[in-house]
């Protein structure tokens, strides 16, 4: 069973930034393509960006050139570096890690709140 640890939320001005970590309880990258979504209040999660099992990247259209999503094997740690950051980018932010078939987990979330 994976079990994955979001860190690194907190309250940041407009225009700030932040480093969110997930750090996945054994080496699952070769297996399982890993990706951040997020939950605003009211709202459906939405993907945030994905970082596939063969090295590729994706994002959601309301954070490219803003948002980098990486991650480092040897410890099992997924990363997502966020700057320019908006008060529309406020919400819980999951980690998630979905293999080709079966389970996909998920952690707990960590929440990011934007000041204006």
């Known amino acids: 069973q994976v079990q994955l640890v979001e860190s690194g939320g907190g309250l940041v001005q407009a225009g700030g930034s932040l480093r969110l970590s997930c750090a996945a309880s054994?080496?699952?990258?070769?297996?399982?393509?890993m990706a951040w979504y997020r939950q605003a209040p009211g709202k459906q999660r939405e993907l945030v960006a994905v970082?596939?099992?063969?090295?590729?990247?994706n994002y959601a259209d309301s954070v490219k050139g803003r948002f980098t999503i990486s991650r480092d094997n040897a410890k099992n740690t997924v990363y997502l570096q966020m700057n320019s950051l908006k008060p529309e980018d406020t919400a819980v932010y999951y980690c998630?890690?979905?293999?080709?078939?079966?389970?996909?987990?998920w952690g707990p979330g960590t929440q990011v709140t934007v000041s204006s």
């Open positions: 998630n890690a979905q293999p080709r078939s079966g389970f996909i987990y």
């Open positions: 054994g080496s699952i990258f070769s297996t399982h393509t």
């Open positions: 970082f596939t099992t063969a090295g590729r990247t």
